[in-house]
């Protein structure tokens, strides 16, 4: 069973930048989507971006997208989130997690334990 371990999180500054890591325990063969999701205290857990295996083709929510950056490395199975003019309610949660096959919001099969991330006003 793959596992995926999350890093990276922390507390920061509006305005600032954080870089999350998705470590993979093992590399993973075929088509495959990695993806970063979000959950606040209070709220449902959502979607922010993914990336398809091989391709490096991405998806983003609106709310994120022009400021966050998914992007991969494969020699270190490595998944990234740069996160970039954070904002308080960016403050979360945070969770890689993988699927077999395509680019999607949902459905994924494999998760990790999740980084906290906490922007201050």
């Known amino acids: 069973q793959v596992q995926l371990v999350e890093s990276g999180g922390g507390l920061v500054h509006s305005g600032g930048s954080l870089r999350l890591s998705c470590v993979s325990s093992?590399?993973?063969?075929?088509?495959?989507?990695v993806g970063w999701f979000r959950r606040a205290p209070g709220k449902e857990r959502e979607f922010v971006a993914a990336i398809r295996w091989p391709f490096t083709i991405t998806l983003y929510a609106d709310s994120v997208r022009g400021r966050f950056t998914i992007s991969r490395d494969n020699a270190k199975n490595t998944v990234y989130l740069q996160m970039n003019s954070l904002k308080p309610e960016d403050t979360a949660v945070y969770y890689c997690?993988?699927?077999?096959?395509?680019?999607?919001?949902?459905?994924?099969?494999?998760w990790g334990q999740g980084t906290q991330v906490t922007v201050s006003s």
């Open positions: 093992a590399r993973t063969s075929g088509s495959y989507t």
């Open positions: 997690a993988a699927r077999n096959g395509g680019l999607t919001t949902s459905s994924y099969d494999i």
